[in-house]
């Protein structure tokens, strides 16, 4: 899934940001004011629209709603914007198009930002409670956090139980933090940086 909003994200932010599409401001404020939207109110809507598609209890209704998302294409736009167009123009000179530009020059100078939103869009799928409880019904499919919650009960605690099963969920996202630090605090030192 972190792929899959990388790519979306990346795309969407390259575009709106410097191939200046007709009503791409529009756009882009669009997607931002669905910032202030909380996701609890879209639970309802994803749920008869996956369940239209056929698509509840399976992987499907936990990656494709979460395949994109407002927050990684304001960053990775603003960290566009960011970059001197002529690099661009340059490239353009040289007989890149725009897919090529995109591919060539603007993702590897944005690597820091991409990773940051990986690391970020990991962690929140990775720790997403709500949208596996709704969206999953057999207990098989559950993802962590929700199989953790299963071991508190009505009347009984199984803290020995939910303790281990809490640290096997966090040592995936420690270990891919520690892999990807530098690239978050490059990210951190790049955005306030000013031509």
């Not at 990656?63 to 960011?82: D, K, Y």
């Not at 939910?162 to 030192?189: D, E, H, K, N």
Request: charged share 10%; hydrophobic share 55%.
């Amino acid at each position: 899934m972190t792929l899959l909003v990388l790519t979306v994200d990346s795309l969407a932010a390259y575009a709106l940001s410097r191939l200046k599409p007709p009503g791409g401001r529009v756009v882009f404020a669009i997607i931002i004011a669905t910032l202030m939207v909380p996701g609890q109110i879209l639970l309802v809507p994803v749920y008869l629209i996956l369940n239209r598609l056929g698509w509840l209890d399976t992987p499907a209704a936990l990656i494709v709603p979460a395949g994109a998302g407002a927050f990684g294409v304001f960053l990775l736009s603003q960290f566009f914007r960011a970059i001197p167009k002529e690099l661009e123009e340059a490239a353009m000179l040289d007989g890149c198009g725009p897919w090529r530009i995109y591919w060539h020059i603007m993702l590897p100078l944005t690597k820091p930002a991409l990773a940051t939103l990986a690391i970020l869009t990991f962690i929140a799928s990775w720790n997403d409670f709500l949208g596996p409880l709704v969206f999953l019904d057999s207990v098989e499919r559950y993802t962590l956090p929700v199989g953790v919650a299963l071991f508190q009960g009505s009347y009984a605690n199984e803290y020995g139980l939910t303790l281990a099963a809490s640290v096997v969920c966090t040592t995936p996202i420690l270990v891919i933090f520690m892999i990807f630090s530098r690239q978050i605090i490059q990210g951190m030192a790049f955005a306030g940086l000013k031509e």
